[in-house]
């Protein structure tokens, strides 16, 4: 489709909030003459602070991305950066028109979508990058080839815990923050897993994963949901899986904390403990005879190498996708199972909950202490024997494909 001598024609959808570092990067780090932005697709572009940027370098913007096309124009790649609602409608648009798709992180809100849209891949044979940055990390993939290699051992438990405070201007920058569904009735399931934290629950899946281009599966799943912010959804998360070999997975994490932690995992192996961010900046496995392995913070990469990498393919076809829609299938499964667990999240009690007015945020006290005692014993927090906490029913996810199934309680 692309000439090697001809720039790479994008379409960038939504150029407010994180889009906008999408196009600082289109912008200011690619060589002259590698890419080319076709147009901006956003209703609200006038309102977007890059958008005087835009009319000075003359590109096009369009309300929707069916009106790029109808115009008659065509795209080798579409960066989507939507919100979550959109990701799928969006992509296949763009797949139906001939297009390459990056879509950032979660792959979706619905997994019935998300395999049709898998099939459309299929059938027009263009490619979907779901943009979780970890997956296209050096560090990370260097870690999943070892782990591939079983050079730990079989994989027993994995954790992870990520404290990360939120407050009004988060969940107010926008209509659809914390919330079920939108106004016209479409999927959200806004939440840490699936938004913020999404990144660290599909990390988990994913270094398990066969291949490079694979991820393991959740088998079944329990959740403890929880919130403090007065919000549809929840604001926090505690949640078990095991996958189909019987490998426990561990996730923790809340908006509301007292203070910011993490992302921090422990991953355990027949043979070794693998440890990030606990003592150290660097991914760090300790062998039982005592042997070291270093791999780099997988912060050390460029946070938007995924946009470099989608360029690269378009150039060269052969170039394997990381981390398409089937290695984050998962991640979005994970998301519904939660939902399915805890059917109505609970509200923290208001012993905890306290205002913080000069942050402007919702936070629970002593929540930090409970989720990171949990973390260190692989426990959940009714298992730590607190009177406010509530475990979800387990639900099993083995061939799971269809959110919401006959046991979700659609509010």
């Known amino acids: 489709m692309n000439s090697k001598n001809e720039p790479v024609k994008i379409v960038m959808v939504s150029i407010g909030g994180y889009g906008y570092y999408y196009l600082r990067v289109i912008f200011d780090e690619f060589p002259r003459g590698e890419v080319e932005v076709a147009a901006v697709v956003d209703p609200f572009a006038e309102s977007c602070r890059i958008y005087p940027e835009i009319q000075k370098r003359k590109i096009p913007a369009y309300k929707d991305l069916e009106s790029f096309y109808a115009d008659g124009h065509k795209a080798d790649l579409v960066i989507i950066s939507s919100p979550i609602q959109f990701h799928i409608p969006q992509t296949c648009t763009a797949l139906k028109n001939g297009s390459h798709v990056l879509c950032d992180k979660p792959l979706g809100t619905s997994i019935q979508?998300?395999?049709?849209m898998i099939s459309l891949s299929e059938e027009t044979g263009r490619w979907i990058m779901i943009g979780y940055q970890w997956s296209f990390s050096q560090s990370i993939l260097d870690l999943k080839k070892d782990i591939i290699d079983q050079v730990f051992g079989k994989p027993i438990r994995l954790k992870t815990i990520c404290l990360w405070p939120r407050g009004d201007d988060y969940y107010h920058r926008n209509n659809w923050a914390g919330k079920l569904k939108d106004e016209?009735?479409?999927?959200?399931?806004d939440s840490p897993v699936n938004n913020a934290m999404a990144h660290y629950v599909h990390n988990q899946f994913y270094v398990l994963g066969k291949k490079i281009n694979t991820s393991a599966y959740p088998d079944e799943l329990t959740a403890e949901l929880y919130r403090a912010t007065p919000i549809e959804n929840y604001d926090t998360a505690a949640i078990?899986?095991?996958?189909?070999?019987n490998v426990e997975i561990l996730f923790y994490g809340s908006h509301v904390s007292e203070v910011e932690k993490g992302p921090m995992f422990q991953f355990e192996f027949e043979n070794a403990m693998i440890s990030f961010a606990e003592l150290h900046d660097?991914?760090?496995?300790?062998?039982?005879?005592g042997r070291t392995?270093?791999?780099?913070?997988?912060?050390?990469?460029?946070?938007f190498k995924k946009t470099f990498e989608a360029v690269k393919k378009v150039r060269d076809p052969g170039?394997?996708?990381?981390?398409?829609p089937e290695a984050s299938r998962p991640q979005l499964i994970c998301t519904h199972g939660a939902q399915e667990s805890v059917p109505d999240v609970q509200s923290l009690p208001e012993r905890m909950t306290v205002r913080n007015e000069k942050e402007q945020r919702w936070m629970a006290k002593g929540l930090d202490t409970v989720l990171f005692e949990c973390y260190q014993k692989g426990i959940l927090p009714s298992e730590a024997g607190y009177s406010w906490a509530v475990k979800g029913k387990t639900v099993q996810l083995r061939d799971y494909k269809r959110f919401p199934s006959i046991n979700f309680k659609d509010r």
């Open 293 to 303: 392995k270093r791999y780099p913070s997988p912060f050390a990469d460029h946070q």
């Open 113 to 116: 979508e998300a395999d049709e």
């Open 319 to 324: 170039i394997p996708v990381v981390c398409g």
């Open 240 to 245: 078990r899986i095991k996958t189909p070999e």
């Open 184 to 189: 016209e009735g479409r999927w959200i399931l």
């Open 282 to 289: 660097d991914i760090i496995a300790v062998f039982m005879d």
